[in-house]
Nanobody, 128 residues
Framework: QVQLVESGGGLAQAGGSLRLSCAAS????????LGWFRQVPGKDRECVAA????????DYINSVKGRFTISRDNAKNTVYLQMNSLKPEDTAVYYC?????????????????????WGQGTQVTVSS
């Protein structure tokens, strides 16, 4: 059974930083593309960052480029999202996601036909 446990969310001031972690069990993250999504009430869940399985190439939405960094630690079976220079508009519930397929690229997470495992979500609130 795949379990993804997120941590690291909370309250930050604008300009501050948070690091989200997602520890996996029941699956070997090294074999899979990984991503971080966020969702605010009334809007669709959007992929803010993704990392491929083999090359660890990354992809970001424009609004977080240069501020967020996705990374993976295969030894710890964990994926991270370092969030710097936070803005109030980054406030959302953040979810980690693991592509159900193996050895895929980062764009598998951004595809509308994606099939992923989801974490439970962690709230990030940025105050102005």
């Amino acid at each position: 059974q795949v379990q993804l446990v997120e941590s690291g969310g909370g309250l930050a001031q604008a300009g501050g930083s948070l690091r989200l972690s997602c520890a996996a069990s029941g699956i070997t993250l090294m074999r899979h593309a990984l991503g971080w999504f966020r969702q605010v009430p009334g809007k669709d869940r959007e992929c803010v960052a993704a990392i491929s399985s083999i090359s660890s190439s990354t992809d970001y939405i424009n609004s977080v480029k240069g501020r967020f960094t996705i990374s993976r630690d295969n030894a710890k079976n964990t994926v991270y999202l370092q969030m710097n220079s936070l803005k109030p508009e980054d406030t959302a519930v953040y979810y980690c996601a693991v592509d159900r397929g193996e050895w895929g690229g980062a764009r598998r997470l951004t595809s509308p036909s994606r099939s992923v495992y989801w974490g439970q979500g962690t709230q990030v609130t940025v105050s102005s």
